[in-house]
């Protein structure tokens, strides 16, 4: 054997880096299910379901192509249950002259992969468009990062959306001041894109729910596309359907609609069933044939090339001591309603319910509603980061980590984002219809019938005045704070003490 390939679950993509001058004849490639992967948290059974049905079809794929490719299953009697495991197992069983790997998603198991005893040829991850160095290069010598600066160094890079003179489309690099509407009574989203489980996936979904019975979530009504060729049914109808709507709506939130105007290929994407650079061509493309406005477009391809790089680049800038950020102290574990929806605030339970159901949220239900209440009632960062990186089908290491702990909790200290993104329940009344069907009163602060979200909001401006009052961002907030009486400012720390207490004895709010 000349090479042995070692693919990753969220490597599915035939034009990665390791795939690269393959001879069918005598390179041989490895996909291997293993336990290690599947539960070092208690991830969602439809994301488990999603990545072993779509290493299957993957690895279906390349034997069609005439590769020789080894599948270990998670019920295989000889699986190691790691894949630094599996790796040694079937580098002394085919005993390659070569190793070679893509750059891994996940910190823990490249150094895993590293320090296994097998040297191995290390291909750049060019689904990417900045690499690792690249990334380094630009952050060098920069205090503070600020995503905005590196998306226009990415849009100019790439040529997206500019001018002949290389100036910004419309004028202005971001639109995302059009891009905060509630969602109007009389606008409908589209009815979403459902994909039928084929007989593979059928499989893989009796085994995960025989193998993780335990996990949260459910398996039921599982939709999503486990091919390229899947994936793609998905974008078009997102391209087609959702996307003119996606910049007005992106932050909006409504009861009993899970999906909005999103487009739901974030997994698919991780994974590699998509391919980004075309993804932002066919966006562009749409703007310029007049389909869709440009706050849509650019609001979208600012997600892919400015936030979904950003978030990487800094993901492998700073590990491992990113994972140990703090910068609040905070020490509370996680309510328990997290993993049960069992909460009687509704936004929560609209939120949590629709992650147990799907393994998603949109963005704004991630950070301004588990993600706010989090940081509100000073959660651990470990301990949230890792309920992210559990529940949500799109979640892996290299995303989640600086968006949950940086950009929901601040526990970086701000150097990814410029401020904590804390607000009370008047934002979420603003963009949701979610209060009008709670148990809570939003207009209130303090007492049993008073949302959550306002006293706890007071009180973590309060508990964290030092540093917070000095961020200029953070100026109004802490004005508006200056313009209560003490008792007032006094009765809303209380209520604040009140509801904390009420977590850590295990009670639901
Ligand atoms: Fe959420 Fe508060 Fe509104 Fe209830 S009243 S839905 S808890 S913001």
Redesign the pocket.
């Known amino acids: 054997v000349r090479r042995l390939v070692l693919i990753l679950g969220d490597q599915l993509t035939p034009g990665l880096g390791a795939l690269q001058d393959i001879d069918p004849q005598r390179d041989h490639l490895l996909l291997a299910e293993v336990m290690e992967e599947a539960s070092h948290v208690p991830h969602h059974p439809q994301k488990i379901a999603l990545i072993f049905s779509a290493m299957r079809h993957f690895a279906e794929q390349l034997r069609e192509q005439g590769l020789q490719v080894h599948y270990v299953t998670l019920d295989d009697v000889d699986n190691s249950g790691s894949l630094p495991g599996e790796l040694l197992r079937w580098t002394q069983q085919l005993d390659p002259a070569e190793v070679h790997l893509t750059e891994c998603g996940d910190w823990r198991l490249e150094q895993a992969l590293r320090h296994c005893g097998v040297p191995i040829h290390w291909h750049a991850d060019s689904r990417f468009l900045c690499s690792r160095e690249a990334f380094a290069d630009w952050a060098q010598g920069r205090k503070q990062l600020r995503m905005e600066y590196f998306y226009r160094e990415m849009r100019r890079r790439n040529g997206l959306l500019l001018n002949p003179d290389g100036t910004p489309e419309g004028g202005a690099w971001n639109f995302d001041a059009d891009n905060r509407k509630a969602l109007p009574c009389e606008v409908q989203p589209p009815a979403p894109l459902r994909i039928e489980p084929d007989a593979i996936s059928r499989e893989v979904l009796a085994l995960v729910a025989q193998r993780f019975p335990d996990h949260y979530g459910s398996l039921e009504g599982f939709d999503y596309p486990v091919t390229a060729e899947q994936a793609e049914r998905l974008w078009q109808h997102f391209l087609v359907r959702g996307l003119a709507d996606f910049g007005d709506y992106q932050d909006a939130m409504a009861d009993d609609q899970p999906f909005l105007f999103h487009s739901r290929i974030s997994a698919a994407l991780n994974i590699g069933l998509l391919d980004l650079r075309r993804i932002c061509a066919e966006v562009e493309a749409a703007y310029r044939a007049g389909d869709v406005p440009l706050n849509a477009a650019e609001g979208f391809i600012r997600q892919l090339i400015g936030w979904r790089e950003y978030v990487r680049g800094i993901y492998w800038l700073r590990m491992p001591d990113y994972a140990e950020g703090n910068a609040f102290g905070n020490s509370r574990a996680l309510p328990a309603f997290y993993w049960t929806g069992e909460t009687?605030?509704?936004?929560?339970r609209?939120a949590i319910g629709q992650t147990l159901r799907h393994a998603y949220a949109h963005h704004i239900q991630r950070l301004m509603?588990t993600g706010n209440f989090a940081l509100l009632a000073g959660i651990a960062p470990k301990a949230i980061c890792d309920w992210y990186l559990a529940v949500y089908m799109d979640a892996f290491d290299w995303v989640e980590l600086p968006n949950t702990l940086g950009m929901v909790m601040h526990a970086d200290g701000g150097y990814l984002g410029s401020k904590p993104y804390c607000a009370?329940?008047?934002?979420?009344?603003r963009m949701?219809d979610?209060?009008?069907?709670?148990?809570?009163?939003?207009s209130e602060s303090t007492g049993e019938s008073a949302?959550?979200?306002?006293a706890l909001y007071w009180h973590f401006l309060m508990r964290h005045r030092e540093p917070l009052q000095r961020n200029p961002r953070m100026g109004m907030v802490y004005r508006n704070l200056a313009r209560m009486d003490d008792a007032r400012q006094q009765a809303l720390w209380d209520w604040g003490e009140r509801l904390l207490a009420r977590l850590d004895a295990g009670e639901m709010l």
């Open positions: 009687r605030m509704n936004c929560m609209q509603l009370s329940g008047q934002y979420i009344k949701s979610h209060c009008q069907g709670c148990s809570y009163k939003v949302c959550p979200f306002n």
